[in-house]
Each structure stands twice: as C-alpha cells, then as structure tokens.
C-alpha cells in the first residue's frame, strides 16, 4: 500500500485516483496476463489469456463501473503430468471502467476472452458548436443640420 497522504494536504477531489492507483499497485500479480487495445474511436477489446478454461468456468460480470473477470476451474482428476506449465489456477481480473464505457459483448476463442467495450457519450454530454450572433448594424440615413 502507498502513502499518497502528502499529496491529500494539497488537493480536492482526487481521492479517488489515489484509491485506483493503490488498486493497480496492488494488482501487479500479472496472471493472466491481457491486452487492452482501442479497435476504434469509441470501440475498446480486452483480451484475456485463459488457456485451459472453458466457458463454464469463466464469469464476467460489471458493477459500479467495474469489470470483474473470474476464472475458476473445477478440479480434475489428478493425471500423471511429467511437466505442467500451463497454469490453471483461479483469478480474478478486475478493469475500473471510464465513464459512459459499457460491456457490448463477451466470447471465448482460441484460449482468449475477448471483452469488447463501447464508449456511448449521451447526446446532453457531447461537445456542439455554439452559433455566434452578432447584432445586425444598421446605417441611419439622415441629412446633417447645419449649425
């Protein structure tokens, strides 16, 4: 766990990014290892290396902004391995989401779980151009009084 308190004496509201960058800190174990890839402006995959894990021992769930991703086999029969390097073992990968990103779709292909994401932006929440309205000049026509 870090000491972020010297940086809480100067700063308001980010309390939370301390707490997520202690989360990340914390979760350095590396297994199983995934990659985050951006498909498009709005389109994000996370990829997860589940070799040795079916479908039904996978759950992929979101709460809270969350994405929480847990990985637990039922235990076989013990067989008679000379050498086992393909790791089995239980986990659970948690993604703090950014905002207005949703869960579209989940599938298991290959040994990966591909996660894909979308950021949908309400329309209130989108940048727009402002027109600029200048007032119309208007030309007073008259004939100067001599004076």
Do not use: C, W
């Not at 939370?16 to 995934?34: C, E, I, K, R, T």
């Not at 996370?46 to 847990?70: H, N, R, Y």
């Not at 073992?89 to 989940?106: I, T, Y």
């Amino acid at each position: 766990m870090r000491d972020f308190s010297p940086y809480f004496r100067s700063t308001v509201g980010f309390d939370h990014l301390f707490n997520m960058l202690d989360q990340v800190a914390d979760a350095g174990n590396g297994y199983p290892p995934y990659n985050i890839e951006r498909t498009d402006e709005t389109h994000y995959r996370i990829s997860v290396a589940v070799a040795g894990f079916a479908e039904k021992d996978l759950t992929v769930e979101v709460k809270d902004g969350v994405l929480t991703i847990v990985g637990k086999r039922e235990e076989a029969p013990k067989q008679g391995y000379l050498y086992q390097g393909i790791a089995g073992r239980a986990f659970e990968r948690r993604f703090q989401l950014a905002e207005h990103v949703e869960v579209r779709a989940a599938k298991l292909e290959n040994g990966l779980l591909h996660v894909d994401l979308e950021r949908v932006v309400p329309e209130e929440k989108k940048p727009r151009r402002i027109a600029i309205n200048a007032p119309e000049f208007k030309t007073i026509e008259g004939q100067a009084k001599a004076a």
